[in-house]
């Protein structure tokens, strides 16, 4: 008879005691050329991350230059005084650093990622790149081309086709949020390098500007370096940019976008609702997590569990332009997208949804899942140094407190199910919801009218 073999299982590794988190303060300082530092000591991040924040927000544009921001924000690492744009790339890659800028409406940031034992290098490359950028008439005309060959890229993407759609109907024309972040292929058209430079000249200086630098520090003497770096860039003392406060109708309606013969109907619903200056926004967030945040929300448990409507549909709010005064807004949105038959009967049983909320409620249930979900995970979001570097400069481009994000997490494991409900119907009200289709007219119109969610209007497709 042949004996089994046996095998000794070692004993299951037990869970240790939960350690309390909170999200890091950062030290605050500032350089002598005037420009805001924060930073942010994480041991073991060995990977250091930077961002720096230029007070150039996109209303600043002049008119029919829409996009010149961002041109900008790419021509930083394309050549300085010292370097060439092939000579700045290698030396990026040399010291293992990635840059990255983009402009949106609060302003322009940098990113640089860089490992902790090359942080000189890289503060010095991203100093250069700030204080004495090239703007070479090559270099623009070229982030010009690819600018204009992306365009048409968008505009054949549904969901962006859509959030331009959206933007266009929320703001008045004459608000610059109710163009394209990036400009349009009729204004970008017009940018070249004397354009770029006056931007840059107008808008970027220290004294108006953060940097905000988290990773582990251990034996950086970090004021010395920042003094020696981008200590070195000068500028006039400047003052921030008063922004306009955030017009919008959100009456309700709808506007097809129309795709003859799109499988597919792409949907954007959304309104401008209060940004994180508001007392509401911790039940807000909560609320919209409730309705639509994951796979096990309200919005997907309807649509895709049961319908089967859709792969997925996600509520959720994102700050267009944040302000102590009030003057700030966030865009409060659903999004995703259902096969063309069923466009009708998906936005009737979305918005069954929506009437149930207000009329039932969330239930403590899925109060409690979500809490979970947004404060339970927050240690692992914020592992990386370029998570918390990023979340710090939201805050100060959002004119927020230090504490406030730490404070967030407070504020959402305490709210109510009864505060994330009146919170979330309150954000997103049956009847003042602006929704946007891309998807085949000829389908989908009539049974979209039967629904009497709003005066439906059909436009072409570029």
């Known amino acids: ?162 959030a331009k759609e959206l933007s266009k109907e929320l703001f008045p024309a004459s608000s610059r949020m109710s163009r394209p972040r990036q400009g349009t292929e009729e204004t970008v058209a017009g940018i070249d390098s004397p354009a770029v430079r006056a931007f840059y000249e107008k808008h970027v200086r220290p004294a108006t500007a953060t940097v905000v630098v988290v990773g582990d520090l251990t034996g950086v ?34 506007v097809i976008v129309d795709r003859p013969g799109a499988v597919q109907t792409q949907l954007l619903i959304g309104r401008v609702g209060p940004d994180r200056h508001d007392r509401v926004w911790p039940a807000q967030v909560l609320g919209t997590y409730c309705l639509g945040g994951t796979l096990t929300s309200r919005l997907d448990r309807v649509l895709r569990e049961e319908k089967g409507y859709t792969y997925g549909v996600r509520s ?66 914020y592992e990386t140094a370029a998570a918390v570097a990023s979340t710090l400069a939201d805050q100060v481009e959002q004119h927020l407190p230090d504490h406030y994000q730490a404070d967030l997490y407070r504020q959402l494991a305490a709210t109510g199910t009864v505060e994330a409900t009146a919170a979330v119907v309150s954000a997103f009200p049956v009847d003042r919801l602006v929704t946007v289709l891309v998807g085949d007219a000829a389908q989908i119109k009539a049974p979209v009218e039967a629904l009497g969610i709003g005066e439906v209007t059909v436009v072409t497709a570029e």
């Open 1 to 162: 008879m042949t004996e089994l073999a046996t095998m000794d299982f070692h004993p299951r590794p037990q869970a240790g005691e939960a350690k309390p988190w909170a999200f890091p303060a950062p030290e605050r300082g500032a350089l002598d050329n005037g420009l805001t530092v924060l930073r942010c000591h994480r041991p073991g991040q060995q990977v250091v991350a930077v961002e720096v924040l230029l007070d150039a927000p996109l209303e600043a544009e002049p008119e029919g230059l829409d996009g010149v921001a961002t041109i900008m924000a790419r021509a930083f690492s394309e050549g300085t005084d010292k370097h060439s744009a092939e000579e700045f790339a290698a030396e990026l890659e040399r010291c293992g650093a990635t840059l990255d800028a983009h402009a949106d409406h609060p302003g322009v940031r940098l990113s640089l990622e860089v490992p902790a034992s090359r942080l000189p290098k890289g503060l010095g490359l991203i100093a250069d790149a700030l204080r004495a950028p090239a703007f070479a008439d090559s270099e623009v005309e070229r982030l010009v081309r690819n600018r204009l060959d992306e365009i048409p890229h968008e505009l054949a993407n549904p969901s962006r086709r859509a």
């Open 221 to 254: 003497d970090l004021d010395a370096l920042l003094g020696d770096t981008l200590g070195a860039w000068t500028g006039s003392p400047g003052r921030p940019r008063p922004a306009p406060p955030v017009v919008a109708d959100d009456t309700g309606r709808v």
């Open 316 to 381: 959720f709010g994102q700050v267009l332009r944040s302000a102590p005064d009030g003057s700030g807004a966030a865009m409060l949105a659903i999004s995703g997208s259902v096969d063309t038959p069923h466009t009708g009967p998906a936005l009737d049983d979305l918005w069954k949804v929506l009437r149930t909320l207000a009329a039932e409620g969330l239930t403590d249930a899925e109060r409690d899942v979500a809490v979970q979900n947004l404060v339970g995970v927050a240690p692992l979001k």
